[in-house]
């Protein structure tokens, strides 16, 4: 059964310093997200991304973040100075398309901890 | 008032227990309805998509009520393997994202 792939599985960061977590949605699907889960909270929302642009962003999602696809097959979600607030598990998801539920199929996350 | 709104349990029960969990949204444009299970420190998982004539899959049987803005979840038959945190999710339309209830941690004991 495919599925959506993340590395790395956990990465620790100084506050301040870049990180790009990487995503890789199921082959035959053209909608991809970001969403975030700070320990003991709900998942939320961060992006979304169709045909090689943002197609709908969060108030979370500000100037520091951005997602690329930089390639046919992996999706990239930058955070460019991190916070202490920025530790979480980031997720990534992907849908086929917008029509059928919107089922969108989670990845395994990154947890990002910010030092 | 929440966007979606979950009983936080946990809800402890014994193997082969009927259980039900039941959410309320608070955005009448909401378009689709989803129940998610997430295990500890683990992704979400689809679990069904809710459907206005109520659907079953196996032992889950999920239940949506627009006028009220309610959705339910049964599970029969309990299993152990069913502890997990059951995550209602709703997504309005025009919308591409998903949003997210708390969840309501299900423990079910031998």
């Known amino acids: 059964e495919p599925e959506v792939t993340q590395t790395p599985s956990h990465q620790v960061t100084q506050m301040g310093q870049e990180v790009i977590l990487r995503c890789v949605p199921i082959s035959n699907h053209l909608y991809f997200y970001w969403y975030r889960q700070i320990l003991g909270q709900k998942v939320e929302f961060l992006v979304s991304f169709y045909n090689n642009e943002i197609s709908e962003k969060s108030e979370i999602f500000d100037d520091q973040f951005s997602v690329e696809r930089p390639d046919g097959s992996n999706f990239t979600l930058k955070i460019r100075s991190t916070k202490l607030e920025d530790s979480a598990m980031y997720f990534c998801?992907?849908?086929?398309?917008?029509?059928?539920?919107?089922?969108?199929?989670f990845g395994p996350g990154t947890r990002l901890t910010v030092t | 008032r929440k966007e979606v709104e979950q009983d936080p349990g946990p809800f402890n029960v014994p193997e082969g227990a009927t259980v039900a969990f039941n959410c309320t949204y608070s955005n009448s444009a909401s378009q689709s309805f989803f129940w998610y299970r997430q295990d500890c420190r683990k992704e979400p998982k689809l679990l069904m998509s809710?459907?206005?004539s109520g659907n079953e899959d196996g032992r889950f049987t999920a239940q949506l009520n627009r006028a009220s803005q309610y959705i339910s979840l049964l599970i029969r038959d309990s299993k152990l393997s069913d502890s997990a945190t059951y995550l209602c999710v709703v997504n309005i339309e025009s919308s591409y994202k998903l949003i997210f209830g708390s969840g309501t941690r299900l423990l079910v004991r031998p």
């Open positions: 998801a992907s849908s086929e398309a917008l029509a059928g539920g919107y089922e969108q199929y």
């Open positions: 809710v459907y206005s």
